[in-house]
């Protein structure tokens, strides 16, 4: 069995950071892909950082240059630091990580970008 536990979401003003952290724990050999994506109300969930296990990354351009997503591989730890946050921003986050082929999703978290 494998969990993701995620962390690190909020309430923020616009123009403020965030950052966001997942940890993946359980039957784990090792992991290929994880990432981020986020579902905000009426809308169709989006991905919005993408992470291989040799470093590689991948945006949107909707938050390319104002998201860095990071991992570490010793942690089975996968991080989203926000900057430069917007109102659309706002949304539930959920990481993903692809373990022997399988996807596998945290809870979500909450972020909203509000004055």
């Known amino acids: 069995q494998v969990q993701l536990v995620e962390s690190g979401g909020g309430l923020v003003q616009p123009g403020g950071s965030l950052r966001l952290s997942c940890a993946a724990s359980?039957?784990?050999?090792?992991?290929?892909?994880m990432g981020w994506y986020r579902q905000a109300p009426g809308k169709q969930r989006e991905i919005v950082a993408d992470?291989?296990?040799?470093?590689?990354?991948k945006y949107p351009d909707s938050v390319k240059g104002r998201f860095t997503i990071s991992r570490d591989n010793a942690k089975n730890t996968v991080y989203l630091q926000m900057n430069s946050l917007k109102p659309e921003d706002t949304a539930v986050y959920f990481c993903?990580?692809?373990?022997?082929?399988?996807?596998?999703w945290g809870q979500g978290t909450q972020v909203t970008v509000s004055s």
């Open positions: 993903y990580a692809e373990i022997m082929e399988i996807e596998y």
């Open positions: 359980g039957s784990i050999f090792s992991i290929h892909d």
């Open positions: 992470i291989t296990s040799g470093g590689s990354t």
